[in-house]
């Protein structure tokens, strides 16, 4: 099992620009999580993705947006980067749904640096 | 704001020394989880407890959780240097599909 994978590791993007970052699920988990983690911070939730449909989102501008494949993988993309979306990008993966929860598993992040 | 509160937020110990780290949040919860990061990098789940259990262990983890008060706690027994690392508590409000992440405590263990 390849557990969650993302890719790519790591990018370096123009203020300005726009990004697309990609997230494989573990095998078996149809419910997608991307999270926001900046230097010495903890992850912020951004959204989740659930039957292809965005199912919850947090405190984030429409400038992060994502998609949902019918293979349960993901992408995360963001329009007009700022100095301030650098960050390390992690996907999270579960079973289940909206419904009964168990343990979510991350990936190893995608660290995005605008320059 | 964050809910998830953890305490220290930094810890140095000496290898096989037991280290205990501390979480807070504000609202109700339906689950619990604790995280371990390494440098930077991707979050390894150490342990989910549910709101209706008390202790839970995992190894040389012990995780208790305390809902009248909002609080959990993380026990390490017989820490390695291998142990360090930023952890993580990883609250989840309700019914939502979101887990609410602190600063996290980060400890280093001394061989």
């Known amino acids: 099992d390849a557990g969650v994978t993302q890719s790519p590791t790591h990018l370096i993007k123009t203020r300005g620009q726009q990004v697309t970052l990609r997230c494989s699920p573990k095998?078996?988990?149809?419910?997608v999580s991307w999270y926001q983690q900046a230097l010495g911070q903890g992850p912020q939730f951004i959204f989740q993705?659930?039957?292809?449909?965005?199912?919850q989102r947090g405190n984030f501008p429409d400038r992060f947006s994502g998609h949902q494949f019918p293979n349960y993988s993901s992408e995360l993309n963001v329009n007009a980067l700022l100095l301030g979306d650098s960050a390390l990008y992690l996907c999270?993966?579960?079973?289940?749904?909206?419904?009964?929860?168990?343990?979510?598993?991350f990936g190893q992040g995608t660290r995005l640096t605008v320059v | 704001s964050q809910q998830g509160e953890e305490d220290p937020q930094a810890l140095s110990i000496q290898e096989g020394e037991n280290a205990t780290m501390n979480c807070s949040y504000k609202?109700?919860?339906?689950?619990l989880q604790w995280y371990r990061q390494n440098s930077g990098r991707g979050l390894v789940h150490l342990i989910l407890?549910?709101?209706?259990?008390r202790e839970k262990h995992s190894g040389r983890l012990r995780v208790t959780l305390d809902t009248s008060k909002k609080s959990s706690s993380l026990l390490i027994t017989a820490s390695r240097a291998a142990d360090t690392a930023s952890y993580f508590c990883?609250?989840?409000?309700?019914?939502?599909?979101?887990?609410?992440f602190g600063q996290g405590t980060t400890l280093q263990v001394k061989p």
């Open positions: 407890i549910r709101s209706n259990e």
């Open positions: 609202t109700s919860i339906n689950n």
């Open positions: 990883a609250p989840r409000p309700g019914n939502t599909g979101k887990l609410i």
């Open positions: 999270a993966s579960r079973p289940g749904g909206t419904g009964v929860w168990t343990e979510a598993f």
């Open positions: 993705y659930y039957e292809e449909e965005e199912r």
């Open positions: 095998s078996g988990h149809d419910t």
